[in-house]
């Protein structure tokens, strides 16, 4: 048992989970404020005739993308049908740019969630003393 140790395993799994599950809780929550935030945005862009797909309250990376390209291709189309409607672009834009938000969270998340191993330094001209191997 060390310092932070409890004889009670049951309460040291119960207060793990909760520690581990923090993380996931507020990024739960981070995303699901931002797919309402590009829903809405994505809302203002079918109002304006066009179908663009809502996220559903958990979507995933893919999906994410996926919308994202196809707003990509509606602003393209926009911008060459109709370069002189800014106002309809310019929710096209938003959109985008919400969407962009969540794919940096998922990005920011998956790196916090899997973190990338640092290279091992392996010198080939090393002798494995420790020492340097043309001291003076």
Do not use: C
Not at 64 to 79: A, G, P
Not at 110 to 123: F, R
């Amino acid at each position: 048992m060390g310092l932070f140790g409890n004889s009670d395993s049951e309460g040291g799994e119960k207060m793990e989970e909760e520690n581990e599950t923090l993380p996931h809780q507020v990024t739960q929550m981070r995303v699901s404020l931002e797919v309402e935030h590009a829903n809405d945005w994505i809302r203002r862009v079918n109002h304006e005739g066009w179908d663009v797909y809502l996220f559903p309250d958990k979507p995933t990376l893919g999906q994410i993308r996926r919308i994202d390209e196809d707003l990509k291709r509606l602003y393209d189309k926009i911008s060459e049908n109709r370069p002189t409607d800014k106002e309809e672009r310019a929710k096209v834009l938003h959109a985008r740019q919400a969407v962009r938000e969540l794919l940096e969270i998922y990005s920011v998340y998956d790196s916090i969630t899997h973190p990338v191993d640092e290279p091992t330094i392996n010198d080939s001209s090393d002798d494995g003393d420790g020492g340097v191997s043309n001291a003076v």
